[in-house]
């Protein structure tokens, strides 16, 4: 995605909102304030149900490695959606992220609002019912301010195609709507909100939104506009951002929070 060189931040302009369903337009406009790389530097409209103005944060795993937390806070990030674990793609098993508890002790200790995020490969109800038990577990000891997202996308080859090898292989995005709704049932019954990544550059690859009533969605789109449609609870719209603290890439998202904590 293109961004301005200068340094840039969110004005906001509200077109049209007279009640709950209702588009809005959200404009990024050139500012003093901000970092030049935590806000989208071109027009965008997202469609919301109601209006609130959007957060700037990131999402973050190991792959990330050490982070400087403080160091990201004062880069103009609000939040942060971390990895809590992950099930293997070859073996099934489920594995706590190795930075996982660095990360969210060192979100809080900045000031962050707090999310995160499993990568399911669940491939039955049954597996989607474990990834939720295994993630009521790790949480316990945690207190979250933003969603607990389930994660669930096949896994490609380098050459392009599906990993036949991958135990998600044979699963079919409609499929994994439903183990979607039976993760975040479960979440939700342990008292947690709960959110479904979708990817709008693949949408082959992840859980299909039109199956997915009543549910916040975290919308990967790299496009300068997203597509519209269905109401848009976070947006990912950058994968190679660069916030202070961080060394190499990030993923970089505006979140819509009917109502900001």
Known sequence: MKRFLCIITLFIIILSLSGCGEAASV????SPDASPSATPSLSAEVSFKSYSKPLVGIDVSAWQGDIDWKAVSEDNIDFVIIRLGYRGYLEGILHTDD???QNIKGAESAGLLRGVYFFSQADSGESAAEEAEYVIGVLKEYEL?????????????EKGGLRKDAITYNTKPEQASAYAGIFCGALEKAGYETAVYISLDAPE???DPSLLENTLLWLADLDDVPVRGFDVWCWQYDAHGSVKGI????????????ENP
């Open 205 to 207: 690859l992840s859980p």
């Open 247 to 258: 060394k190499g890439d990030v993923d970089l998202n505006l979140l819509f929070a009917r």
């Open 99 to 101: 930075f996982f508890e």
């Open 145 to 157: 301010e933003l969603p607990v997202v389930f994660d669930w996308e096949h896994i490609t080859a």
């Open 27 to 30: 404009a990024a406009m050139p």
